[in-house]
């Protein structure tokens, strides 16, 4: 497997990105399709608009979030392993708009699929 990684759609593309993975539900404030560089914009392995909107980007509730947004991806079996083949060949990075590059759904979305927790 090549590598899997996440970065913020704010940063700069770059060659060992290879294949771009938007994993935001809601479409990220200020940038351009183009500017975007994307290959697909992926909303089946974000979390849900209540849980998403629950969280609201809060420190005291990422242990929770994290576990209910597990619990949510259990039922993504399909769209994980399609990344997971897509990495066999290529890198793939999982872009996020969050500005805490620590406290966001997309390390969480990268150790559950890294781990193949399914």
Do not use: C
Not at 86 to 104: G, R
Not at 113 to 118: A, C, F, G, M
């Amino acid at each position: 497997m090549k590598e899997i990684k996440i970065k913020r759609i704010y940063d700069a593309p770059s060659d060992d990105d290879g294949y771009r993975v938007l994993v935001d539900r809601i479409w990220p404030r200020g940038v351009s399709k183009a500017k975007a560089q994307i290959d697909e914009w992926n909303k089946e392995v974000t979390p849900s608009t209540e849980l998403r909107k629950w969280f609201d980007h809060k420190a005291e509730r990422y242990d929770e979030f994290s576990s209910l947004y597990r619990e949510e991806l259990l039922n993504q079996t399909e769209e994980l392993d399609r990344i997971r083949t897509i990495a066999n060949s290529q890198n793939v990075t999982l872009l996020y708009a969050a500005k805490d590059p620590l406290i966001n759904h997309a390390r969480i979305l990268l150790s559950f699929i890294l781990k193949n927790e399914i």
